[in-house]
């Protein structure tokens, strides 16, 4: 394949089961009062000979982040949680998935084929569940379906099915999980559903003061059981070992001194664990081409804080990270409602060396200053999620046209990124964010 191929399909994977430990939170539930339903499920394996040696019930979740492991291009205002499922079920089976709308500016479940390449299936974020109490958000989802409604609860079944090629044809409440499969290897021994929440509320903890949700096997005979209290231990245990001795797979991207930012997400794409409601771009940088990194981007309409819908919001959650290039380690992440923005309505950036750190990137100057990490090559990230179609600054318009320069996909929203050192931004500091980011690109 051409470098340059290789370059754009190279995606930051949110690679949560073969990376580094995953932390399991107290089981929240037992085993549910329909006996004789644990006994049959213990002889699952012979219903299911689609799945020899592999699942039977499944796993329960297991939250992971950048705080827990450090690793696989993670946001570090976001928590993932990691559930097994077993590639096929018996005649009669099925999955649902219980919870409650959490205090948090994003949510969904993610469905996804085993840890390989272009494994991604399906996505339901918040705004497309109907609450039991028949509450919708509509069709805007980049909007917050859960304003005032927090702790209503939802149920989700799982469909092994390929997702609909049209909206409209959507099951309501239902993750799509691909259809049923026997081909198992030693990476691809079970199928995964992803509980994603993106910035809890202030004053709540790491998963918006809400539980995580239930998922339930309901066997052939009506038995059911909570995944809690799976018969499938053992091979959970064995799927946990293996996610803590396998590597992350970094993006194939070598920093040159003509920085850019360029999309690198397409769910369709060969990758691993993408958002199916995210769109990126990126930027490779290195200290050998610049101490100083500075990135202005126009500042977009995200929801109000605390959550409040206004019906002008452009896109639901955005964010800058930066990581380390090698190791796929977060070093830092802003989220929308904590950056400062300049009088002319941008957003600007700085990352460099402490020691290199210009003395006007502070946010009395209305500069976002992010230190370098410990490597001397850094991916920078800008992260968009669910935004509206009709948004002008909507990344996933570069995506779709992945050959263009964003700033024709983009236009006036298309962020700019370059090298720049101490001495030519404190000298222009204050005039502007087009000013300084002009003296740079000067420079």
């Keep these: 394949m051409p470098l340059r191929c290789l370059l754009r399909r190279s995606l930051l994977p949110l690679v949560l089961t073969l990376t580094g430990p995953i932390w399991s939170l107290p089981a929240q539930a037992q085993l549910r009062p329909n006996p004789p339903a644990f006994p049959r499920l213990a002889q699952l394996g012979d219903l299911n000979p689609t799945s020899p040696g592999a699942l039977r019930v499944g796993c329960p979740y297991q939250t992971n982040t950048a705080q827990e492991r450090n690793t696989g291009f993670l946001d570090s205002n976001a928590s993932y949680a990691i559930a097994q499922i077993p590639l096929s079920l018996p005649d009669g089976a099925s999955i649902r998935i219980e919870g409650s709308y959490a205090q948090v500016r994003y949510f969904s479940l993610q469905s996804y084929d085993g840890a390989r390449a272009g494994n991604y299936i399906d996505a339901l974020a918040d705004g497309r569940l109907i609450a039991l109490d028949g509450a919708t958000s509509g069709a805007n989802i980049a909007a917050l379906p859960q304003d005032g409604r927090y702790g209503g609860r939802y149920t989700v079944r799982l469909r092994y099915e390929a997702p609909p090629a049209r909206p409209e044809d959507r099951a309501p409440n239902t993750l799509y999980v691909g259809a049923p499969s026997n081909r198992i290897s030693p990476t691809r021994v079970a199928k995964q559903v992803v509980y994603r ?8 903890d790491f998963l918006g003061n809400t539980p995580l949700p239930r998922i339930i096997y309901s066997g052939p005979d009506g038995g059911e059981v909570d995944f809690d209290n799976t018969p499938d231990q053992a091979q959970c245990e064995r799927i946990r070992t293996a996610s803590t001795t396998t590597r992350t797979i970094n993006p194939a991207v070598f920093p040159g001194r003509n920085i850019q930012f360029v999309p690198i997400s397409q769910t369709q794409d060969s990758v691993l664990y993408p958002n199916g409601d995210a769109n990126y771009l990126r930027a490779a940088s290195s200290l050998t081409h610049g101490q100083v990194v500075v990135i ?9 804080l605390p959550p409040a819908i206004t019906g002008a919001e452009e896109t639901r959650y955005w964010s800058l990270c930066h990581y380390e290039l090698g190791s796929s380690a977060v070093v830092h992440c802003l989220a929308d409602r904590e950056i400062v923005t300049q009088d002319d309505g941008f957003d600007l950036f700085v990352i460099s060396p402490a020691a ?18 410990p490597t001397r090559s850094e991916l920078i990230v800008l992260r968009q999620l669910l935004s509206r179609p009709d948004f002008e600054g909507n990344y996933a318009l570069a995506v779709a046209n992945p050959d263009a320069p964003v700033s024709q996909t983009l236009g006036r929203y298309a962020p700019e990124v370059s090298y720049c050192d101490a001495a030519t931004f404190d000298a222009v500091a204050g005039s502007g964010s087009g000013a300084i980011l002009a003296a740079c690109q000067a420079r």
């Excluded at 202005?296 to 109000?304: C, G, V």
């Design 296 to 304: 202005r981007s126009r500042r977009m309409k995200t929801p109000l």
């Design 356 to 373: 290199n750190r210009p003395s006007r990137a502070t946010a009395a100057y209305k500069v976002n200053w992010l230190e370098w990490g």
């Design 197 to 204: 929440i993106y910035l809890p509320n202030p004053d709540t």
